[in-house]
């Protein structure tokens, strides 16, 4: 069935790492690929997204490339800060407008 | 300028009793969604609407009840409230029902039952 997999956390970072959060999905069809973000205490808010094989989603330093042939969407930023501490939730629509979440993943930003 | 709003955002009750959330938007989007996210964190879809027509309705107990007086509002109901449904509950609206259709959510309404 459709399903989403993202790396468990919390991802613990220092400012300015690098960040990789890795996602991969399992669908029919051709779906697209989402970020969300959700900054504590608040709702999601959609911070990239990707329609198409090869797509790349980019929003605020972060970026996301859609590999087909791996089933993946894996959300990197170069240079990770304080500010971007949050859940970050990896999401596909499949034929549908149904959003399928995947897990969630913490990430902790230290100065 | 709220996009998605919903109220209460905290509610705190006691099993048994009925309670409604109230979600809102101002973008005139013609779908609307309610989600329910556990305490790990676990994001699931409950139902959505498309121009006040159910158009999704996962595995929910009937305990559960949308209604949609109009494409600007989705409002869920809930009978007799259980422990398990203590999470906090999103609304969301996109436009149209395309597979790449942004959904944009509101700030969510933790319930508390007690």
């Known amino acids: 069935g459709n399903s989403v997999t993202q790396m468990e956390g919390p991802v613990t970072l220092s400012e300015e790492a690098f960040l990789t959060i890795n996602c991969t999905y399992t669908?029919?069809?051709?779906?697209?690929l989402f970020w969300y973000v959700q900054y504590p205490g608040e709702g999601l808010q959609l911070l990239l997204k990707?329609?198409?094989?090869?797509d790349k989603g980019s929003n605020k330093g972060f970026e996301a490339t859609y590999r087909k042939e791996t089933t993946s969407f894996h959300l990197e930023k170069g240079s990770v800060q304080v500010s971007d501490s949050a859940v970050y939730f990896c999401?596909?629509?499949?034929?549908?407008?149904?959003?399928?979440f995947g897990t969630g993943t913490r990430l902790q930003v230290f100065p | 300028d709220t996009a998605v709003s919903q109220t209460p955002k905290y509610l705190v009750t006691q099993m048994g009793n009925d309670k409604s959330i109230k979600c809102e938007q101002n973008?005139?989007?013609?779908?609307m969604y309610w989600y329910k996210q556990d305490s790990k964190k676990f994001l699931k879809i409950m139902f959505s609407?498309?121009?006040?027509?159910?158009?999704i309705n996962e595995t929910v107990p009937n305990r559960f009840s949308p209604k949609s007086p109009d494409k600007a509002h989705l409002n869920l109901h809930i009978n007799s409230l259980e422990l398990g449904d203590s999470a906090v509950y999103f609304c969301?609206?996109?436009?149209?029902?395309?597979?790449?259709?942004?959904?944009?959510f509101g700030p969510g309404t933790r319930l508390t039952v007690t």
């Open positions: 969301a609206s996109s436009q149209g029902t395309g597979v790449s259709s942004e959904q944009y």
């Open positions: 669908a029919t069809g051709y779906p697209s």
């Open positions: 990707a329609t198409k094989a090869d």
């Open positions: 999401a596909f629509t499949g034929g549908t407008d149904k959003l399928i």
């Open positions: 973008l005139g989007h013609d779908t």
């Open positions: 609407y498309n121009n006040k027509e159910l158009i």
